[in-house]
């Protein structure tokens, strides 16, 4: 039950555990004493030492690992004109406590514009180190809206949010147009917010705010379809669905009930990748919405921790997935990547390799 098109049967999310020289040159880079093209050329050498390490792994879509960001989506949505980071939302767990950070919120200070490329030139760098199928990570749309909501939306620049949300889809078309002609073939969204509307703590954050949590998701889909839209039909586009993974901890729980329905069927993607690695995601019931022409991939190999998973214990939960989905639609991950952030979760290399070809031996065994 090998795929030949991506998703494939083993995958990874995208981010890797930064190298000391890359956090290193960053640290000079914000201090000023480094400039960006010398910055880049360390960033250049990792990442080549790097996508040889993954593809031994036996994993067929290559990533930079994102060594160029300090957050997942931070570096690629401040290029966008009129995005800011201003302050901060609440989160269900004690991560204000534990490691003194919790999400940061974006607001739109001006009209959104698409001035440059973001991730081109990263993607064709990528793709000349790269032997297997290059994977691009960008976040998801919605990332612009949910953390501030419309008292994050400068009232100037959009009276009207309708406007907003065409001129934020127009932006993604272009970076995801500029993508497509520089080769890219496999792209991936990822989206913490479709999550964070599964939790009854974040839930009650959009009321306060102003806005509907069963409104949202039908609204995000939306977002996303016409981010998407005049996408070619060879460029793979899937989801990934995530409730924090800062330095090995948590921001949000519950299951995917809530917008299961919206999620698997109003969403116009190939994939989804899910969060399923403790007991915080829920059961796989909500899978029973999941469409024939649809790939589920099931995170149930953390990230967070360096023990490898029981082999029979991860089969039994895909079986338990199976009982909702075809197993021919399901693929293996782990729930997030390792360093969604710079200073990444609380593994070694080693251990982070140990996981991602922990990944592909169980993936083979189970659909073997």
């Known amino acids: 039950m090998h795929r030949i098109d991506p998703p494939f049967r083993a995958e990874h999310i995208g981010s890797l555990l930064r190298p000391a020289a890359v956090v290193a040159a960053r640290t000079r880079f914000e201090a000023g004493e480094l400039d960006a093209a010398a910055r880049r050329a360390v960033e250049d050498e990792a990442i080549a030492a790097a996508v040889p390490k993954l593809e031994a792994t036996g994993m067929r879509a290559a990533t930079d690992g994102e060594f160029r960001r300090r957050w997942f989506h931070l570096d690629f949505l401040q290029q966008l004109d009129g995005v800011a980071v201003t302050g901060n939302i609440a989160s269900s767990s004690d991560s204000a406590d534990t490691v003194h950070m919790t999400p940061p919120r974006l607001s739109v200070v001006g009209p959104l514009r698409h001035v440059r490329d973001i991730q081109v030139e990263d993607y064709r760098f990528l793709a000349s180190v790269a032997t297997e199928l290059p994977k691009v990570t960008i976040p998801s749309p919605t990332m612009v809206h949910f953390r501030g909501g419309r008292a994050a939306i400068d009232l100037d620049a959009y009276p009207d949010l309708e406007r907003f949300f065409e001129d934020l889809a127009a932006c993604y078309r272009a970076e995801i147009a500029a993508l497509y002609a520089a080769g890219c073939r496999y792209l991936q969204l990822d989206d913490t917010n479709l999550a964070y509307l599964c939790d009854p703590v974040m839930r009650a954050g959009a009321v306060e705010r102003g806005d509907d949590p069963d409104a949202l998701p039908h609204a995000y889909a939306e977002l996303i379809n016409a981010a998407l839209a005049g996408r070619p039909q060879d460029l793979t586009v899937g989801v990934h669905l995530c409730r924090g993974n800062f330095r090995s901890t948590w921001f949000a729980q519950g299951g995917y009930e809530p917008v299961a329905e919206v999620l698997f069927n109003e969403l116009e993607v190939d994939a989804y990748f899910l ?91 189970i659909w073997a």
């Not at 991939?297 to 009982?323: H, M, Q």
């Open 275 to 365: 969060e399923y690695d403790d007991e915080r995601s829920g059961g796989f019931e909500p899978l029973r919405f999941v469409p024939p022409d649809k790939t589920v991939v099931l995170g149930l190999v953390t990230s967070k921790r360096p023990e490898l998973e029981p082999y029979d214990e991860i089969a039994a939960r895909v079986a338990e997935a199976a009982a909702h989905v075809p197993m021919g639609q399901l693929c293996l991950s782990p729930q997030c990547g390792f360093a969604s952030t710079i200073e990444g979760n609380a593994l070694t290399e080693e251990q982070q390799w140990a996981k991602l070809r922990h990944v592909v031996g169980l993936a083979e065994r």
